[in-house]
């Protein structure tokens, strides 16, 4: 019911992604730099080294900030595959790892999106099980949330109407808990995906054009170059046949600059953008 590109910011913006993911009062989405409390924590008695597998806090950190370095490359699919297998590593020796718990469901939701269609279930389920250990580790964290609706919106997204109808009561409990922790995370993407949520699901079962407008002009509020944003609000005002303001929402994707941080995003929306104009002349 809810695309697979719901999470993602997109746009530019002042805030800083590397950041704000794991600090509350700073909406962005993820990071090379975030300390968890997992993260930060001292051990307080040190397990029997391992020469094949470096258990130590520095290591396990060495290894974490190697993941963020590859998944910025994750337009490269082993790139990507690479950081999900260090997160998930991590989160093994560190059962109570959030950091790698959301960063590894985040990983596991954009490898579900580029992926062939024969592994896309296996990333999504991936994805949520991560999600679901950082929403167990932190409840009152908006990580483990957000990404657990995120990658059960896309799983539901590839699976059909029957499926979307069976998660779609949990997505939006779980992004209006995130709304409830932080209004604004992830420079409004908790907003966004309820907006999308809205205009994906039938009115039979709670959709609405008008409230899915509403919650995607919320989220500009927190990004107003967000491009994936825009990108939605043009498909909601076209289907409610407001066709000129769909086209400049489109126009306002392509002339949207690049987010440093999510160009990989930014230049997928751009392209999609750009076809849907050329559909319309």
């Known amino acids: 019911m809810l695309t697979a590109g719901l999470a993602f910011p997109g746009g530019s913006s002042n805030a800083n992604p590397t950041e704000a993911a794991s600090h509350q009062e700073h909406p962005a989405e993820a990071g090379s730099h975030e300390t968890s409390p997992a993260h930060s924590r001292a051990h307080s008695s040190a397990p029997t080294p391992d020469l094949q597998r470096p258990t130590s806090q520095e290591n396990r950190a060495g290894s974490v900030t190697e993941a963020d370095r590859l998944y910025a490359a994750r337009e490269d699919p082993a790139s990507a595959a690479r950081a999900a297998a260090l997160w998930a590593d991590a989160l093994e020796r560190d059962p109570q790892d959030f950091e790698s718990a959301w960063k ?90 309820l907006g999308r949520w809205y205009y994906k699901v039938p009115g039979l ?26 990108f939605f609000l043009a498909e909601t005002l076209e289907a409610m046949d407001r066709d000129r303001e769909a086209r400049e929402e489109y126009q306002r994707v392509i002339d949207a600059p690049l987010d440093p941080d999510w160009t990989p995003e930014d230049r997928e929306w751009k392209t999609k953008a750009r076809a849907a104009l050329e559909q319309r002349h």
């Open 104 to 193: 590894l469901a985040r990983a596991q939701f954009w490898i579900g999106g580029h992926t062939v269609e024969t592994n896309v279930r296996d990333a999504f389920d991936a994805g949520m099980s991560a999600a679901r250990k950082a929403a167990a580790i932190a409840p009152d964290r908006p990580e483990g949330h957000f990404w657990l609706a995120a990658n059960m919106g896309a799983l539901a997204e590839t699976q059909g109407m029957r499926a979307g109808l069976q998660y779609r009561g949990a997505i939006r409990d779980e992004l209006q808990r995130v709304l409830a922790i932080q209004p604004g995370f992830l420079q409004g993407s908790a907003e966004r995906a």
């Open 205 to 230: 079962f709670g959709g609405s054009k008008k409230k899915s407008e509403e919650y995607l002009r919320r989220a500009l509020t927190f990004n107003p170059q967000s491009t994936i944003s825009h």
